[in-house]
């Protein structure tokens, strides 16, 4: 094992210990990456912030359930993001949900190509001006690795309409990334 990983697991032990400074090494380690990633959720950073502190209490408070079967970075993230999402539906975030012909038709996929030029970045922030339905469905999918089944459990919609808002989200990805002359046809 490397020695970040061996520092963290003496952390992490540390914590369950309720040693404050470990506490506050492990916050440092990972609280601008978490506040990134509650901030694709939701577009107020003052709010991502909150849910990102939020996160990190409730982490700290059942540090003894972590098994270290994942990094704690993944632990943490799942922990945020989880958060996000419910502070969504505190919004009472509204996702349609539509009938499966629509679907069917959405489901075709257009090859594109991508610029080289284009950073990783540019895409991030092209995915968060799009329609929250849309932009919650296509960071949790592309950008989290979750499947339409997780999707449809954490966000209260069917797997038909994760599969369509993704459609139409790509779609809309598409139209917006051609319009600065970063995507190459169709």
């Known amino acids: 094992m490397n020695q970040t990983t061996d520092l963290h697991k003496q952390l992490i032990e540390a914590c369950k210990q309720n040693d404050a400074k470990a506490?506050?090494?492990l916050y440092d380690v990972y609280c601008k990456a978490m506040c990134i990633v509650a901030h694709r959720y939701v577009k107020d950073s003052y709010v991502a912030e909150d849910i990102m502190q939020d996160s990190f209490i409730k982490a700290f408070q059942n540090i003894n359930?972590?098994?270290g079967e994942v990094s704690f970075g993944a632990w943490i993230k799942r922990i945020v993001i989880n958060n996000s999402l419910d502070w969504l539906k505190k919004q009472k975030l509204e996702l349609v949900s539509i009938n499966e012909e629509v679907y069917q038709k959405t489901e075709e996929d257009h090859d594109w190509s991508i610029a080289h030029q284009i950073r990783a970045e540019s895409i991030v922030n092209t995915i968060n001006s799009l329609k929250e339905k849309y932009r919650l469905v296509l960071s949790l999918y592309l950008l989290e690795g979750y499947d339409h089944q997780e999707i449809?459990?954490?966000l209260g919609i069917t797997e038909v309409t994760s599969?369509?808002?993704?459609?139409?989200?790509?779609?809309?990805?598409?139209?917006?990334?051609k319009e600065q002359q970063y995507v190459e046809g169709y």
Do not use: P, Y
């Open 152 to 154: 449809a459990q954490v």
């Open 23 to 25: 506490q506050m090494k």
């Open 65 to 67: 359930s972590f098994k």
């Open 163 to 177: 599969r369509t808002n993704l459609m139409r989200g790509k779609k809309q990805l598409q139209e917006l990334l």
